[in-house]
C-alpha cells in the first residue's frame, strides 16, 4: 500500500476543496441564475469534497473497475449523509433535500448522486491524482511546502472563525444581557460580533435557498439512555464488540474445527470491528429500523462491506499487520472483503434492528438513572484503556519482529506478558506487512 507525505495529502485536499467549491457553485448558478458560495466556509474551498478525495485516495487505491466506482460512491455517500445530519446538528438546518428524488434515504442522500459520485471518485484515483501529483513534483518542494502552509493557515482561521461566530450566533441571548452599556468595548465586540454573524447567515441563506428549519425539542426525562444517546451507544458498543467476537469464533469453529481468538484487544473477548459496526449501524439506520427486511439487509450489505474495508485499511496503515485475509475466498477486493461476509453484514442489519436491538435497548433503560451514568464511565474507561493497551503491545509485537528492544518500562512489562507466543496465540490471524524497498 503506497503511503504519500503529509504535504502530498495536503495538496490534494486544498485542490479538491477547491475544485468542489467550483462544482457547487456552477451548480448554483445554473439552478438559482445567479453566484453564490455553497462552500461551509467563506473561502473559495468545499472542505468535504477535499476530505472525501483524500479518503477515497487512502482507503480505495487497491481498487480498479466497477468495484472503485461502486465503494467511491459508498464512501462519498456516507460522508454526504452524516454532513447532512451534522449540518442540521450544528445550523438547526436542512441545507439539501432530496425526499423529492426516487431512491432516497431520508432526503440526505440519493442513489443518482450516489452514482454521480461513485464516477466522480474512479476519475479521482484512476486518472487524477496521478497527474496532480506529477505537478506536485515538478514544482521546488520547499515553494510548494511554504504555499500549502500558507494557505492552510488561511483556511484553518476562516474554520474557527466560523465556529467562534456559529458559538456566538447560539449565545446571542445569553450575551445581550450581560453586555451594560458601561462597557463600551464589549459593545462594540458584540455588535462587529453580530455584523459578522449576520454576513455569514445571509450568505449561507443566499447560497441555500431552500434550506429548511429543523427543531429538536429535547425532553429531561429520568430514564436511563432513552432513544439514541451516548450512554446506549457505549453499552451498545460493548454488547455488540462481544457478540460479534463470540458469533466469528463460533464460525470459525465450524468451518475450521478449530477453537481460535477472534478478539481485537488482549483483555476480553470483545470485537472492535463488530463494536463500532453496531454502533455506526445503529446510530444511522435506526431510523429506519422499522422498514422492509430487505431494505435493511441491502443497506447493511453495502454499509458493512465499506465498514469493514476501511477498518482493514486504517489497521494496516497503523499496526502494519492485515487481520484477516479473504483472498482465498471467491468475489474478494483486494482480500480485505468478500461477497459472502458482506451479505453476513447484511443479515446482521436485519436481526439487530427486528430482534436484538429492540429487546436490547428496552434492557438498558431499565438500569436505574445513576447506575446507568456510573456503568457508562466504568466501561468507557476499560475499553480505552484496553484499546490503548492493546495498541502498545501489537506496536511491541511488530518492533520484536523488527529486532528492536524494549526502550522503556511500558514496553518491558508488555515483552514480559505478551510475548510473541501469547500474541500470535491472541491474534492468530494477523500477518505482518511486507514493507517496500
Not at 237 to 256: N, Q, S, W, Y
Not at 403 to 410: D, F, L
Amino acid at each position: 500500500m503506497e503511503v504519500l507525505s503529509v504535504s502530498e495529502y495536503l495538496w490534494l485536499f486544498l485542490l479538491y476543496s477547491f475544485a468542489g467549491w467550483v462544482l457547487e457553485t456552477a451548480a448554483a448558478v445554473i439552478i438559482q441564475k445567479r453566484l453564490v458560495n455553497r462552500g461551509l466556509i467563506n473561502g473559495p474551498f468545499c472542505i468535504i469534497y477535499g476530505f472525501t478525495a483524500v479518503m477515497l485516495t487512502i482507503v480505495l487505491q487497491d481498487m480498479d473497475g466497477p468495484a472503485l466506482i461502486l465503494f467511491s460512491g459508498i464512501y462519498a455517500t456516507g460522508v454526504e449523509w452524516i454532513s447532512g445530519h451534522l449540518i442540521e446538528l450544528i445550523w438547526k438546518e436542512r441545507w439539501w433535500n432530496y425526499s423529492g428524488l426516487k431512491w432516497n434515504i431520508g432526503g440526505y442522500v440519493c442513489l443518482p448522486m450516489s452514482v454521480l459520485w461513485g464516477v466522480l471518485g474512479f476519475l479521482t484515483v484512476r486518472f487524477i491524482n496521478p497527474f496532480l501529483l506529477t505537478v506536485y513534483a515538478d514544482i521546488p518542494e520547499m515553494v510548494m511546502k511554504i504555499a500549502i502552509l500558507g494557505v492552510m493557515i488561511c483556511l484553518l482561521i476562516d474554520v474557527l472563525a466560523d465556529l467562534i461566530l456559529l458559538t456566538a450566533r447560539n449565545s446571542r441571548m445569553h450575551l445581550t444581557g450581560w453586555v451594560s452599556a458601561k462597557h463600551t468595548f464589549s459593545k462594540i465586540s458584540l455588535q462587529l460580533g453580530r455584523g459578522i454573524t449576520h454576513f455569514v447567515e445571509e450568505r449561507i441563506r443566499k447560497a441555500y435557498p431552500n434550506a429548511s428549519r429543523v427543531e429538536n425539542k429535547k425532553i429531561k426525562s429520568d430514564i436511563f439512555a432513552e432513544g439514541i444517546c451516548f450512554e446506549k451507544l457505549v453499552f451498545l458498543f460493548v454488547i455488540g464488540a462481544f457478540l460479534g467476537d463470540v458469533t466469528e469464533t463460533i464460525f470459525m469453529k465450524l468451518t475450521t474445527g478449530t477453537w481460535m481468538s477472534r478478539s481485537s484487544v488482549i483483555w476480553g473477548q470483545f470485537s472492535i470491528v463488530w463494536g463500532l459496526g453496531i454502533v455506526l449501524l445503529t446510530a444511522l439506520l435506526h431510523k429506519y429500523k422499522d422498514s422492509q427486511d430487505r431494505y435493511l439487509f441491502y443497506m447493511g450489505t453495502f454499509a458493512g462491506a465499506a465498514f469493514e474495508y476501511l477498518c482493514s485499511v486504517f489497521t494496516e496503515l497503523v499496526f502494519g499487520k492485515v487481520f484477516w485475509n479473504y483472498s482465498h475466498i471467491p468475489f474478494n477486493l483486494a482480500g480485505r472483503v468478500n461477497l459472502l461476509f458482506s451479505f453476513f453484514w447484511g443479515i446482521a442489519a436485519v436481526v439487530w434492528f427486528k430482534l436484538l436491538f429492540p429487546r436490547l435497548s428496552a434492557w438498558i433503560e431499565k438500569i436505574p438513572l445513576q447506575a446507568g451514568k456510573a456503568a457508562t464511565l466504568i466501561l468507557l474507561v476499560f475499553m480505552i484503556a484496553n484499546a490503548a493497551a492493546s495498541s502498545i503491545a501489537l506496536e511491541r509485537y511488530q518492533n520484536r519482529a523488527d529486532g528492536k528492544e524494549a526502550q522503556n518500562v511500558i514496553e518491558t512489562w508488555m515483552d514480559e506478558h505478551y510475548d510473541d507466543a501469547r500474541m500470535k496465540a491472541i491474534y492468530p490471524k494477523a500477518v505482518q506487512v511486507q514493507k517496500k524497498a
